[in-house]
């Protein structure tokens, strides 16, 4: 029987430790950045901060593969496969703006079973395992009991490549605008969410996410008491590349709202 309290304390100590090493880096005077595609970055602390968290992992969970953004590795488990973004926020990084953080999932077959998110720059771990709360540095938080669509703070993300769906989305942003507390755009999907997991944000929408985006938040919020759909309300959030997540007293309301007008 795995034990999932105590591997999951193990992963906060790898995130945690990967993360003081992220911070370090980014006080150097030069940093390499390559472009992965249209506004995509990558940087080499990007690939040694993944390069740290595989091997740890492994030592962790040797019969487990990986889902890992900057392809350190490919290898797929049978049964248990990690999913990881070394940094979530990777131009806020670049930049010295944050938040950028740690996503770390793991998924036994199809189903998430752990979520740790270590926002670094305000030094902020996130954490749950199967059959637990969220925590936040040690203490149980959960989703916000904002009833109404007009009554939340809402975040998102900005499409910065694919802009198929942006007349929609475009929209959305100005109905939210005029019915809703205000938008937020803080440029990292996982600290987004775990913001919705510890009740500071509401809710929150994006499309064009990839897994490692979204894995770990999602369960987390989930554990929190919130609820998690792709836009069209089924369950196809972590690989269909969008998701909304929300409290559940203005998920249905939010949810109808993104499914009527992001197309």
Not at 79 to 94: A, R
Not at 167 to 174: K, P
Not at 180 to 208: H, I, K, M, P, Q
Not at 222 to 246: L, M, S, T
């Amino acid at each position: 029987m795995m034990n999932y309290q105590e591997l999951c304390q193990q992963v906060c100590d790898i995130a945690r430790q990967t993360g003081h090493y992220i911070k370090a880096q980014r006080q150097e005077a030069s940093i390499s950045i390559e472009e992965k595609g249209s506004n995509d970055f990558v940087t080499q602390v990007d690939k040694a901060s993944e390069q740290r968290i595989v091997s740890a992992l492994q030592g962790l969970l040797p019969e487990s593969g990986f889902i890992a953004e900057e392809g350190t590795t490919d290898a797929r488990g049978d049964v248990y496969n990690w999913i990881i973004d070394p940094i979530d926020g990777t131009t806020n990084f670049i930049h010295g703006l944050s938040p950028y953080a740690i996503s770390i999932a793991l998924m036994d077959g199809k189903e998430l079973v752990l979520g740790v998110i270590y926002e670094i720059g305000l030094d902020e771990c996130f954490y749950s395992y199967r059959g637990a709360p969220v925590y936040l540095n040690g203490q149980e938080v959960r989703v916000s009991a904002t009833s109404t669509v007009k009554d939340s703070l809402i975040a998102t993300g900005f499409p910065y490549s694919n802009y198929s769906r942006l007349n929609g989305f475009m929209d959305s942003v100005r109905y939210f605008m005029e019915h809703s507390r205000g938008l937020r755009r803080l440029g990292s999907a996982a600290t987004d969410l775990a913001y919705v997991a510890c009740g500071r944000f509401d809710s929150f929408y994006e499309y064009n996410l990839k897994a490692w985006d979204v894995a770990a938040g999602a369960f987390l919020v989930q554990q929190a008491g919130g609820k998690v759909c792709d836009f069209n309300g089924g369950d196809d959030y972590i690989f269909g590349q969008e998701i909304i997540a929300a409290n559940a007293e203005s998920f249905n309301e939010f949810k109808e709202v993104i499914n009527r007008i992001v197309r």
